[in-house]
């Protein structure tokens, strides 16, 4: 049973890998004794994490800015200068913007579309000889896509794009989910509610967690816990799905 949870030794890229939910997920997997990869475009956060995480096992950095397709493609070239293989890719960087309706621009809906979902999609496909090398029917590849509760509840913050971004992350999911099973690469999402982040930094902490029935934040062991199940082969036979991550927020609406 322990080698069923297991994801020592397993190459993993974790994009927005240098603060936030990203940090903690590489952590996680660090930790467990995987090589991780995690990128992003400041330097200097980026190679402070490394720096801390490298301490603790086998971590990487790689600077990426993943806002056009073209950062997108200089990202996987430079995996691929370090290794041909990937067990486990996660989705993770992404930006939000909040904008009472009838102000909402143009630019706040192609910049959170664009870094959401165009490059989730475009990172996923470009990086999949790479996925499809690592996979094998008695341990699949697994990519893991970053979604958010508000794909699936009303935001209160006017975040049009992203909730829309992150809604189709789940819908993208599924479809790729059914087109890669014949490759032995699972596909499945995460919809995290309130993790402490610079994302959720400007938000009323007390007010979030009076909307969160665990009364308390996301932690990196919930985080990275589950994202540990969906990279190792205790979830081998899961594909598609979403698992909302939030303390029971959905539960109680
Ligand atoms: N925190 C929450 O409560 C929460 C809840 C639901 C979902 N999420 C999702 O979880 C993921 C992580 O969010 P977070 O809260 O940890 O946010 P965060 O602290 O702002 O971290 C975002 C990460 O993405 C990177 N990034 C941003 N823009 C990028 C770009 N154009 N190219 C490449 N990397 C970029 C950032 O690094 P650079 O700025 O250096 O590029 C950083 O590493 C996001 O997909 C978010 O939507 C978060």
Redesign the pocket.
Known sequence: MKSLFSVAGKTVLI?????????MLAEGFVRSGATVFI????VG??EDCCARLAKLGDCRSLI????TTA?VQALVDAVAQHTDTLDVLIN?????WGAPLDQFPESGWDKVMN??LK?LFFLSQQLLPLLRRAARPEAYASIIN?????ALMHSPLNTYS?SAS?AAVIALTRQLAADLQADHIKVNAI??????????APLDEQAMVAEIPAGR??RLEDIAGTAIYLASTASDYMTGRTLALDGGILASR
């Open positions: 994009t927005g890998g240098s603060r936030g939910i990203g940090a990128s992003a475009r400041k956060e980026l990426a800015d993943l806002s950062g993770n960087a992404g930006a939000s870094l959401n490059s970053i979604s958010s509760v508000y992203y992150k919809a995290p509610g309130y993790f402490p982040s610079a994302m959720t934040m996301g």
